[in-house]
């Protein structure tokens, strides 16, 4: 096997440093006991994550994100599922132009999106709604879980499922015993995937939520508009460490190579 030489690794080493700056450099900063965005050099101090809970808007907004979260990637879960097993198993006019419709918002800007759900929403009457908030984020992370079962599925070795058809099991039986665990991995992936999208989301939820859905991603833009202190940096740390857990737990359950690329 043909090893990475010298300058590919220096190069590779410089690229990861870049990207992982930005998140160690917050993640100090929020540690700081100062009042400006200062990184601490005598003393670490957790008083602006103690800060957060004193701010009731905060912590209502976070529960606005777990829950829209929670919500909106087990219901593109649930379509993604039987949506992937049409596009993977059957031929039928237009497959290509509905896995292209279920793909495209990948290359929508998301602040398109948010102002066409704005203007639909307003003439539904809808304007304010944690359902129509739902919709709209299952709309736009259900490509991730789809992609992820639709990958499952292609690497999937049907001899099983067949064999448990010719021995008499139902189409629902086959799949609840033979096809979900064998694709499980890319279903778990792709909700988890789908869930730090949604929790993450900001630019098209900037248009859609009300001020009784605000969630966290807009509620730190909000803030951020008025003042600027550690507290922000200490709310990013503490969104930085949910989704690392999230992704060591994936990791350790499944292998994150299996999911995102396949291998065995």
């Given at each position: 096997?043909?090893?990475?030489?010298?300058?590919?690794?220096?190069?590779?080493?410089?690229?990861?440093?870049?990207?992982?700056?930005?998140?160690?450099?917050?993640?100090?900063?929020?540690?700081?006991?100062?009042n400006?965005?200062?990184?601490?050099?005598?003393?670490?101090?957790?008083?602006?994550f103690?800060?957060?809970?004193?701010h009731p808007?905060?912590?209502?907004?976070f529960?606005?994100?777990?829950w829209?979260?929670?919500?909106s990637?087990?219901?593109?879960?649930?379509?993604a599922v039987?949506?992937?097993?049409?596009?993977?198993?059957?031929?039928?006019p237009?497959?290509?132009?509905?896995?292209?419709?279920?793909?495209?918002?990948?290359i929508?800007?998301?602040l398109?999106?948010?102002?066409?759900?704005?203007?639909?929403?307003?003439?539904?009457g809808?304007t304010g709604?944690?359902?129509?908030?739902?919709?709209s984020?299952?709309?736009?992370?259900?490509?991730?879980?789809?992609r992820?079962?639709?990958?499952a599925?292609?690497?999937?070795?049907?001899?099983?499922?067949?064999?448990?058809l010719?021995?008499?099991?139902?189409?629902?039986?086959?799949f609840r015993r033979?096809?979900?665990?064998?694709?499980?991995?890319?279903?778990?992936g792709?909700?988890?995937?789908a869930?730090?999208?949604?929790f993450?989301?900001?630019?098209?939820?900037?248009?859609?939520?009300?001020?009784?859905?605000?969630?966290?991603?807009?509620?730190?833009?909000?803030?951020?508009?008025?003042?600027?202190?550690?507290?922000?940096?200490?709310?990013?740390?503490?969104?930085?460490?949910?989704?690392a857990?999230a992704m060591?737990?994936?990791?350790?359950?499944?292998?994150?190579d299996?999911?995102?690329?396949?291998?065995?």
């Open positions: 096997m043909q090893k990475n030489g010298l300058i590919a690794l220096l190069f590779h080493t410089l690229v990861i440093m870049f990207m992982l700056a930005p998140m160690v450099i917050i993640c100090l900063v929020a540690f700081t006991p100062e400006t965005l200062t990184i601490p050099t005598t003393s670490f101090s957790l008083r602006w103690h800060a957060i809970f004193e808007d905060f912590v209502d907004s529960k606005n994100s777990l829209l979260a929670l919500l990637a087990t219901i593109a879960t649930a379509l039987p949506a992937g097993l049409a596009l993977d198993r059957y031929e039928f237009g497959r290509g132009a509905l896995n292209g419709l279920f793909m495209s918002p990948l929508i800007p998301h398109v999106l948010g102002v066409a759900f704005l203007r639909l929403f307003a003439l539904i809808a709604s944690f359902t129509w908030l739902v919709a984020h299952v709309v736009v992370i259900l490509p991730y879980v789809l992820l079962v639709l990958a599925l292609a690497g999937m070795d049907r001899s099983a499922e067949q064999a448990a010719t021995l008499g099991a139902s189409s629902w039986t086959s033979v096809t979900a665990p064998m694709i499980l991995p890319g279903i778990t792709g909700w988890l995937l869930f730090i999208n949604s993450d989301e900001l630019t098209m939820s900037i248009f859609i939520t009300s001020p009784q859905t605000v969630t966290l991603p807009v509620r730190m833009y909000m803030y951020a508009t008025e003042s600027i202190d550690p507290m922000m940096a200490a709310v990013s740390a503490l969104m930085v460490a949910l989704t857990a060591l737990v994936l990791d350790r359950a499944f292998g994150l299996k999911i995102l690329i396949g291998q065995k």
